[in-house]
């Protein structure tokens, strides 16, 4: 038997191949035997792996982590190397920002729409009641909303570059839209008598925005690079509040884009710039009006604009034989006033003045004259502005407006600091605040907020307190050319009262001593001052000024020197003081309210949201004030219901809020808006009659009349209504008969007055008759309610089971 042989598991050729492939591919392989035996060799013989392994891991480690910090440092380094690049280089790259207009019109409908609009209602109303066109003899502003389309910041782009090595950012702006509503209700002077309701309803803004901070970031200026392109739609109609206009007039809205452009030219085209604050505290304060001390110090290296020549191609003007002699003329706003005359071409004027700011910035004008080799005219030589304006943590911010576009910006942290700008010193010497009180070196100064009185009212409503105004003296007056002598008397606007002070003399620095008292007119009126040189055939104004009477306390009084506006010189010293009434707010304050109540008249609404598909509301208001609750009745299918209802309630101080809902015959009622009726500020038997806006919808109002009924004063006022209406006829029969007897005499001033004392007749009239409507309202609504009372309680009662 033959003996099988066996084949060799591993073959001797294969392993040769493989160790030789494994060399080929891994060239460091070889050298990992020797190093294990040497390993093992050291295991071995002299130090085991449990001592020498740990130590080689640590070293490994930390070599590791060595490079790890390293490339920590390195990644650090290169973020504050771009960072820097970033604060230093002079441009950025264009960027888009796509996201910030989605932002924006999240954020637009709920908080920027509502705060514009009523920021640029409030100043809008202020304007035109200090400014209106001579052909208009009344204009109100019905309406002002923004819509729900938000301006387009940045459609291009948005980059920084570097103007006057100031960082600038650049981005385009542009808004369009056709949900804009602002509605005019004019009332046209003779003879184009006759009302007109004006509606502006498309507006078109384009144009490029740049933004500059200043004072490391307490305030950025805004500007448009160029006059942006402008269009307005316009609509107008006739008196009837019930029909929208609708016709336009091509050439009125022509008219207003030039002047909507002109007013945007002037305010934020360059090198004009606006200014919005970044204060790091807010007082909530709001200033209406302050007093600025201007001293203009000198000038340097001035130069004559006067080239004419001679014969030999010489200027005519020689420094050595006639000098340069100039003056410096300051304004702001109306206010002007002049610098004496200086010679030389550094010029030292050291002059001050005291300037009235209306409203919480301004600009003051500085322009430069000279006085040419004639010694008759004054020429241009330049000029330059400082703007001003009122930051929330009641310090004051300045910045300067030249042709090269750069910045000059200071801060005056408080009333009272001097700040120094292009040789000029500027202090502020006040603030006034629109809650009546008032910043100056002395502590703040405050009196009782009086209510604000929303929507359009046919009479000036009066708060209750007593003004006495004296006029004490004047300084400076100008003298006009044509008579050579000043004969100054002042009258006094207020309202619709005039009042007039005694003619004084041959005199530029009249002491009249004239005292006037005056019922205080609710809404922030002003105290216009006319100061006129009498003269036997015409009397010439030689200047005019506006007080705002914010900032005076009850029983308190302010010692002024008002300048004088549309003339070069001239100061009125008024003494204002309001007089001490009886302290009813002491008692509100207390709690002790005892038998009062408030009345409330809800008199209409209108706009409000369509809730049923037919597009119409079955709206009525549901009245909650405190634990107690009433409703009004039901008006179907419109939209501008009319209810006229009115309700009482003890007077607790508890918030009155009124609920407008859609009644449902089936379903319950569905809220279509809700507003709250602020009464606690209001005087007694005071009316306040408003239009509210309603919330938590997107458009609706509604009009109502609130009164803080006292029965002490409701008693006085019944047992004097007679004698009241009497008085009145009586009052104007004299007034009819003291105008013949002074037409006859052709006594024009004193004809003036007995004009004014009319008018203010009318106005008691007025103010009586709005008081029977109102009492004939409530009666009859406390007659309906008897009546339902009486119906409910003598029905048929229910058969009772036994």
Known sequence: MVKKRHRPLIRAKEVVSLINQVIYD????????????????????????????????????????????RQILIQDLNS?????????????????????????????????????????????????????????????????????????????????????????????????????????????????????????????????????????????????????????????????????????????????VKLLSETIAKLMVEPRRLCFTLPPVNLRKKAVGGTVSVTVKSAANLRSNDTRSNGDGRPLRSSSVTPLQTVVEVEIGELMRKTSMCEGSNPTWDSTFNMVLHGESGSIKFTLYELDSSGVRFNYLTSCDIMMKYMEDDSTVFWGISNNAGVVARHAEEVGKSVEMLAVSLVVKEWQYSDGSASVNNPVVARPVQPSIHGSVS?????????????????????????????????????????????????????????????????????????????????????????????????????????????????????????????????????????????????????????????????????????????????????????????????????????????????????????????????????????????GAKSGQVHVQITRRSPELEKKTELESTTKAHMISNQMREVLKKLKGLVEEGDLDALSNGLNEIENAEDAQVEYMDQLERERSLLVGKIGELDHEINRTTSTPARLQY
């Open 80 to 256: 504050k190397w771009e960072r820097l690049i970033l604060f230093t280089a002079p441009t950025t790259p264009i960027e888009p920002c796509a996201w910030t207009n989605k932002l924006f019109m999240e954020i637009w409908p709920n908080y920027f729409e509502p705060k514009l609009s009523r920021t640029l209602f409030s100043t809008v109303e202020r304007r035109l009641k200090n400014k209106r066109p001579k052909l208009i003899e009344k204009i109100e502003l019905q309406e002002l909303t923004l819509g729900s389309c938000p301006p387009a910041l940045g459609q291009n782009g948005v980059h920084w570059i570097t103007a006057n090595e100031q960082p600038v950012l650049r981005m385009g702006f542009g808004w369009d839209t056709n949900e804009m509503s602002v509605m005019f209700s004019a009332k046209l002077a003779k003879p184009l008598a006759g009302t007109a309701r004006i509606v502006i309803n498309s507006v078109h803004i384009k144009g490029d925005l740049l933004l500059r901070p200043i004072l490391d970031g307490q305030a950025i200026l805004y500007s448009f690079e160029s006059a942006p392109e402008v269009r307005i739609n316009v609509a107008f109609g006739g008196g009837n509040a019930q029909s929208l206009p609708s016709t336009e007039f091509p050439g009125v809205s022509s008219w207003l």
């Open 26 to 69: 891994r060239p460091l392989v070889p050298f990992l035997i020797p190093l294990f035996l040497f390993a093992w060799a050291l295991e071995r013989w002299l130090v085991p792996f449990s001592n020498w392994v740990p130590l080689a891991a640590s070293v490994w480690a930390t070599i590791l982590y060595g490079k790890f910090q």
């Open 459 to 695: 009479h000036q409503t009066r708060t209750g307190r007593r003004l006495k105004v004296t006029v004490v003296e004047g300084r400076n007056l100008a003298i006009k050319e044509k008579s050579g002598r000043c004969d100054p008397y002042i009258k006094l606007h207020y309202g619709k009262a005039v009042y007039r002070t005694k003619v004084q003399s041959h005199t530029e620095n009249p002491v009249w001593n004239h005292s006037f008292e005056l019922d205080e007119i609710a809404g922030g009126e002003y105290l216009k001052i006319k100061c006129f040189n009498a003269d036997r055939f015409s009397n010439d104004n030689i200047g005019s000024a506006r007080v705002a009477l914010d900032g005076i306390a009850e029983g308190a009084s302010r010692d002024v020197w008002v300048p004088l506006e549309k003339v070069s010189s001239g100061e009125i010293r008024l003494k204002l003081e309001f007089l001490k009434t009886e302290d009813t707010d002491a008692k509100w304050s207390s709690g002790r309210y005892g038998n009062r109540w408030v009345e409330l008249v809800i008199i209409e609404a209108k706009d409000l949201v369509a809730a049923d598909i037919s597009g119409t509301s079955d709206p009525f208001v549901r009245v909650q004030y405190g634990n107690a609750k009433k409703q009004t009745k039901v008006i179907h299918k419109t939209l501008n219901p009319y209810w006229n209802h009115t309700v009482l309630f003890p007077d607790t101080g508890s918030q009155l809020v009124l609920s407008v809902k859609d009644h449902n015959a089936v379903l319950p009622s569905v809220s279509i808006g809700n507003c709250i009726v602020e009464y606690d500020k209001l005087q007694l038997n005071q009316t306040s009659d408003r239009w509210i806006p309603l919330q």
